[in-house]
Nanobody, 118 residues
Framework: VQLVESGGGLVQSGGSLRLSCAAS????????MNWYRQPPGKEVELVAY????????NYADSVKGRFTISRDNAKNTVYLEMNNLKPEDTAVYFC????????????WGQGTQVTVSN
């Protein structure tokens, strides 16, 4: 099982980034895909999730209207489009896969750094 994030980097406030998470080793469509983040010195927080089949999604209040989660089950990839980035979005962003039928079965990526400068 592997989750590999990419797309992080340094961006100015108001800018955009698109994170990708490529999955392998499990039946991707059976998993809810989540993006979490951990700001410096803070706890991990759920940013957004998307269901496996219907594509239902939800977001943390802090990113609603700015971030969009999507998935391509044919490519086993989940995306996080981040627009109008703010310095408080600076964090390590992690991709997580959680089995839709057995939530204890879940996998994590290694994380990708997003830094938003003033």
């Amino acid at each position: 099982v592997q989750l590999v994030e990419s797309g992080g980097g340094l961006v100015q406030s108001g800018g955009s980034l698109r994170l990708s998470c490529a999955a392998s080793g499990f039946t991707f469509s059976n998993y809810i895909m989540n993006w979490y983040r951990q700001p410096p010195g803070k706890e991990v927080e759920l940013v957004a999730y998307i269901s496996g089949s219907s594509g239902t999604s939800n977001y943390a209040d802090s990113v609603k209207g700015r971030f969009t989660i999507s998935r391509d089950n044919a490519k086993n990839t989940v995306y996080l489009e981040m627009n109008n980035l703010k310095p408080e979005d600076t964090a390590v962003y992690f991709c997580n896969a959680m089995n839709a039928y057995y939530s204890r079965l879940n996998f994590w990526g290694q994380g990708t750094q997003v830094t938003v400068s003033n």
